[in-house]
Nanobody, 118 residues
Framework: QVQLVESGGGLVQAGGSLRLSCAAS????????MGWFRQAPGKEREFVAA????????YYTDSVKGRFTISRDNAKNTVYLQMNSLKPEDTAVYYC???????????WGQGTQVTVSS
């Protein structure tokens, strides 16, 4: 079992930045690929970014490429999502997830709210 706790959400103006963190506990963090997802009101949850267990490979949905950066620190059992040039359409609850391979996530955090004002 892996427990995930997100933090770092908040209210920011368009064009601003936020860094989300997801702290993991339980099983060996470095064994898992990690992902960030988001869900806006009235919409389905969507993939945002993912990172391999070593951090050598990263993946992004097209709408955040060039603006968001996913990274991880296996020594701290933490994955990050640096979000720059935020847009109102980035407003959502952001969730981190852990799994044994990209696209297959078994564990989820409780989410953190990100609100971008225009």
């Amino acid at each position: 079992q892996v427990q995930l706790v997100e933090s770092g959400g908040g209210l920011v103006q368009a064009g601003g930045s936020l860094r989300l963190s997801c702290a993991a506990s339980g099983r060996t963090f470095s064994n898992y690929v990690m992902g960030w997802f988001r869900q806006a009101p009235g919409k389905e949850r969507e993939f945002v970014a993912a990172i391999s267990w070593s951090g050598s490979s990263t993946y992004y949905t097209d709408s955040v490429k060039g603006r968001f950066t996913i990274s991880r620190d296996n020594a701290k059992n933490t994955v990050y999502l640096q979000m720059n040039s935020l847009k109102p359409e980035d407003t959502a609850v952001y969730y981190c997830a852990a799994g044994i391979k990209i696209g297959n996530y078994n564990f989820w955090g409780q989410g953190t709210q990100v609100t971008v004002s225009s």
